[in-house]
């Protein structure tokens, strides 16, 4: 494994140099946290592609492949669908706002407070997103280089807390354009047909697995519309996603690229549910399938082409993990610190101090969580559930409230918790039950309040 660990050796420097170059280059509080609202199609489809394909897209996936069949590719078809609907349709409004957060438009739309207690249930979201991909990198090196798990996401994790705190958004989109390219010849160029290839080519994936592993729908209608009710319509308003829109220089770069990107993630699931399939020819009895992706790369890859493939694992996985941290901290820099200062707006070394602090958090969660897939619901559930009543509301209702959004944050956030206690991770009942509570109740403060003034009603 020598070999390997010096491609991947490689590969981490090789982040830390273009952080760097970003550091460079992020001369502004804009910069830092928005590219200077300046990117052209060719990085925009990169870093907006990069963003969504993580830790638990890439080794979910597989897992998912591995279990269900080629069914497992809905969970990146629903993160694809929504990169497509958010760059077609909200990418122009949301550009012409020049803002820096989703919660933002709450604040325009309804008020301060509005925007405070939306912060929250957004912190917790971006943070859980980060905590995602940086477990996805520890189990990746805790199984192919046989470290500790708590070394692995120290070694890994810490890769992306310096080049995120030095470069911001300038760091990421570089790194990301360079991920895209890695995991993209790592993974479906290589991976994957050296996989079809140890099973004995198609014809024999198709003999050694049952045909309802070939069935778009052996995963259920209910997973499946579930996997878009939180992947879905979490893209949408996401602060990760919604940050990259902001990057782009002009709406036609948004809408053109931000269409592209959707339709790859949609072509890299079902190259990662393939993976997973020949992984469960190969590998029939595995202990734990979590654990897939790692095993089908050591046991099917030689030496050196192992550590590239690994390095393309890697590359999906920091880009999520730096975008969940980002995220995370221009929420706090933006939407919760001014208010604890008097109102006044953070600065570059602001920015900094605080992705720093951010990125020292999310590795500590990550040391106590243990499954991607868990802790990616967990982190859309609470978003979903918490913030796409009122914030939908905030665009197309003029008749919405600042009450009305305030109820439906508290009672969508607090149902989804309940019931993600009392039935589980894996259960739908979190995202209906918040959804349902978040939108009566949204509906009905909002017609007993009294009706906003027609100014503010136009805000957005």
């Not at 420097?13 to 970003?22: K, N, P, Q, R, S």
């Not at 902001?246 to 949609?266: H, L, M, N, P, S």
């Not at 880009?319 to 939407?335: F, P």
């Not at 259960?427 to 349902?436: D, G, R």
Request: hydrophobic letters at 55%; proline letters at 3%.
């Amino acid at each position: 494994m020598a070999l390997d660990l010096f491609v991947v050796l490689i590969y981490a420097a090789g982040m830390l140099v273009l952080g760097y170059y970003g550091m460079r280059r992020a001369k502004t509080h804009e910069d830092y946290l928005v590219a200077g609202r300046n990117l052209g199609p060719s990085l925009y489809m990169g870093t907006m592609a990069a963003t969504v394909l993580g830790g638990a897209s890439t080794v979910g996936t597989v897992r998912l492949g591995y279990v269900h069949g080629i069914s497992g590719f809905w969970l990146c078809a629903a993160l694809g669908a929504g990169i497509i609907a958010l760059n077609l349709f909200l990418a122009k409004p949301l550009l012409k706002l020049k803002i820096f957060t989703v919660t933002q438009v709450l604040e325009k739309r309804y008020n301060p407070m509005a925007r405070q207690a939306s912060a929250v249930i957004m912190l917790a979201y971006a943070l859980m997103i980060g905590v995602t991909s940086i477990l996805a990198i520890g189990t990746v090196l805790q199984v192919l280089f046989g470290l500790p798990f708590w070394v692995s996401v120290l070694l890994g994790g810490g890769v992306v807390v310096v080049y995120s705190t030095i470069g911001g958004m300038w760091s990421l989109t570089l790194t990301d354009i360079v991920q895209f390219v890695i995991k993209t010849v790592g993974l479906m160029f290589i991976l994957l047909p050296i996989c079809l290839y140890r099973v004995g080519g198609w014809d024999q994936l198709v003999a050694k697995l049952p045909a309802s592993n070939f069935s778009f729908t052996e995963i259920g209608w209910d997973t499946i519309i579930t996997y878009f009710m939180i992947y879905f319509f979490g893209i949408l308003i996401g602060q990760d996603i919604w940050q990259r829109v902001f990057t782009a220089r002009d709406e036609k770069v948004a809408q053109y690229a931000g269409t592209f990107a959707g339709f790859y993630c949609i072509l890299y699931g079902l190259a990662c549910a393939l993976i997973g399939m020949a992984a469960h020819v190969l590998l029939p009895n595995l202990d734990n399938v979590n654990n897939a992706f790692a095993a089908i790369v050591k046991a099917s890859l030689p030496d050196g082409i192992r550590g590239l493939v690994i390095a393309a694992a890697l590359a999906a996985m920091m880009s999520t993990a730096s975008a969940g941290l980002l995220a995370a901290s221009t929420v706090l820099t933006e939407d919760l610190l001014p208010r604890l200062r008097g109102g006044k707006q953070s600065s570059l070394n602001i920015n900094r101090l605080f992705t720093m602090l951010t990125g020292i958090a999310v590795l500590g969660i990550a040391l106590v969580v243990n499954d991607v897939i868990s802790a990616l619901t967990l982190a859309y559930n609470l978003l979903v559930g918490g913030m796409l009543v009122p914030l939908m509301g905030a665009i197309f209702w003029k008749r919405a409230t600042t009450s009305g959004a305030i109820a439906s944050m508290t009672l969508g956030f607090v149902t989804a918790l309940v019931f993600m206690f009392k039935d589980g991770l894996d259960a739908s009942t979190p995202i209906y039950y918040s959804l349902a509570a978040g939108l009566v109740s949204f509906v009905v403060v909002s017609m007993l309040s009294p009706r906003p003034d027609a100014s503010v009603a136009r805000a957005v």
